[in-house]
């Protein structure tokens, strides 16, 4: 398989789950890039500094002290398509994109 191909094992999937391994701040794999890669609306369980790097408008944040959002998320854009299409064709990196990588990465 290699990583090359990773992100096609999420081009059948509306959602993908993408959890990190460790919850340590600042932590992101490549996990997430995966599913948008893939065509996929990630769910994401990790590290809140997701929100400093990627568009919030572009994935469900997954808190496990209130999963009830994500759910209620989830059922939303199932039940209105046009909303899931926004979602999915949103840039997933945020405007200041160089600065955020500068930082993070």
Known sequence: HGSNGN????????????MENTYVPGYISEKIMNAYLGGSIPIWFGTKEIFAIFNP??????????????LDQIRYLESHPEAYEQMLNEEPIL????????RWF
């Open 57 to 70: 408008k572009s994935f469900i944040y997954y808190d496990v002290a209130n999963p009830q959002i994500a």
């Open 95 to 102: 405007m200041d994109g160089h600065r955020s990588i500068d």
């Open 7 to 18: 992100h096609l094992l999420y081009s059948n999937y509306r959602f993908s789950l993408v």
